[in-house]
């Protein structure tokens, strides 16, 4: 019997613009039109940075409401997940939208370079993003971009601060974080499934390891994460036209590993999160 793949589609993140590719949204309304796309071709989690006028990364917790508001209205039961990743914004805006209530919201536990910049994450403001997520009950998505992530969100689970089971990505080809190499992301599954047994996991691959990272998380039994925020291509020779576009190759590439892509239902029930109203 074939096993679900949750896929999930990170829409804008906060680096591309639309100069780099036309079809990253940037408003809200093509934010909410890109995700119903992907919605349409196999995504059931939407992870969501939003950006204001000058297409610079925003903290608006309204922004962010507007388009849970539309995910809600057009995509029944997709999984919303806000970012509370660091680029562009101060420590205290990052947690500002949770009040909103998503489903989930990413949290990197611990610190990474990153391309051109430090991605900060010190244990105080790791606390207090948890915290925040536990008060309101949003489920957290923990992001791995290097090694002590892992045992870090392990120990937070272990001392209640991170409510189990957990769910953890692990993000691939970042550069100078960890690159995109086998070994790595099955010593990493493995290492998760030894200290969380009930844990889930996704793999994301920034770049042109996106679609080999695909591969990889079909085959070892993951979930799968695509979208223009981790790479505005489609293959060498030309850009991707949508978010969908790339979702629609992740639920193509799923048959030949015994997967489907996992409906709104199957993908709530495997991450313990309330059934859709
Ligand atoms: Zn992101």
Same mark, same amino acid.
């Given at each position: 019997?074939?096993?679900?793949?949750?896929?999930?589609?990170?829409?804008?993140?906060?680096?591309?613009? =639309?100069?780099?590719? *036309? /079809?990253?949204?940037?408003?809200?309304?093509? #934010?909410?039109?890109?995700?119903?796309?992907?919605?349409?071709?196999? %995504?059931?989690?939407?992870?969501?940075?939003?950006?204001?006028?000058?297409?610079? @990364?925003?903290?608006?917790?309204?922004?962010?409401? %507007?388009?849970?508001?539309?995910?809600?209205?057009?995509?029944?039961?997709?999984?919303?997940?806000?970012?509370?990743?660091?680029?562009?914004?101060? *420590?205290?805006?990052?947690?500002?939208? +949770?009040?909103?209530?998503?489903?989930?919201?990413?949290? !990197?536990?611990?610190?990474?370079?990153? @391309?051109?910049?430090?991605?900060?994450? *010190?244990?105080?403001?790791?606390?207090? &993003? /948890?915290? !925040?997520?536990?008060?309101?009950?949003?489920?957290?998505?923990?992001?791995?971009?290097? &090694?002590?992530?892992?045992?870090?969100?392990?120990?937070?689970?272990?001392?209640?601060? +991170?409510?189990? @089971?957990?769910?953890?990505?692990?993000?691939?080809?970042?550069?100078?974080?960890?690159?995109?190499?086998?070994?790595?992301?099955?010593?990493?599954?493995?290492?998760? #499934? %030894?200290?969380?047994?009930? !844990?889930?996991?996704?793999?994301?691959?920034?770049?042109?390891? #996106?679609?080999?990272?695909?591969?990889?998380?079909?085959?070892?039994?993951?979930?799968?994460?695509?979208? +223009?925020?981790?790479?505005?291509?489609?293959? =060498?020779?030309?850009?991707?036209?949508?978010?969908?576009?790339?979702?629609?190759?992740?639920?193509? &590439?799923?048959?030949?590993?015994?997967?489907? @892509?996992?409906?709104? /239902?199957?993908?709530?029930?495997?991450?313990?999160?309330? %059934? !859709?109203?």
């Amino acid at each position: 019997m074939s096993s679900p793949c949750i896929i999930t589609v990170a829409i804008t993140g906060s680096v591309p613009r =639309k100069e780099d590719n *036309p /079809a990253v949204p940037i408003t809200v309304a093509e #934010q909410v039109e890109s995700t119903q796309e992907a919605f349409e071709a196999g %995504a059931t989690i939407v992870h969501v940075h939003v950006r204001d006028e000058a297409q610079k @990364p925003s903290s608006d917790p309204e922004r962010f409401a %507007a388009f849970q508001e539309g995910v809600h209205r057009h995509c029944p039961g997709m999984i919303v997940q806000f970012s509370t990743g660091g680029r562009g914004r101060a *420590p205290e805006e990052r947690g500002a939208m +949770l009040h909103h209530k998503p489903d989930m919201a990413s949290l !990197a536990t611990g610190s990474v370079n990153f @391309p051109n910049m430090i991605y900060e994450n *010190p244990p105080e403001l790791i606390d207090s &993003l /948890a915290a !925040a997520m536990q008060r309101y009950g949003v489920k957290p998505e923990v992001e791995v971009f290097d &090694l002590a992530m892992l045992y870090a969100a392990a120990a937070m689970a272990e001392s209640g601060s +991170l409510k189990s @089971p957990l769910h953890v990505q692990f993000v691939c080809g970042l550069k100078n974080a960890l690159p995109p190499r086998r070994e790595i992301l099955e010593f990493e599954v493995a290492q998760l #499934q %030894a200290l969380l047994p009930d !844990a889930t996991w996704t793999a994301a691959g920034i770049g042109r390891s #996106q679609l080999e990272i695909n591969h990889w998380a079909l085959e070892m039994g993951g979930h799968c994460r695509t979208g +223009l925020e981790d790479n505005i291509r489609f293959d =060498k020779e030309r850009l991707a036209k949508s978010n969908a576009e790339l979702v629609a190759r992740v639920a193509a &590439l799923c048959a030949g590993y015994g997967r489907h @892509p996992a409906s709104v /239902a199957e993908a709530r029930e495997i991450l313990k999160l309330p %059934a !859709a109203v």
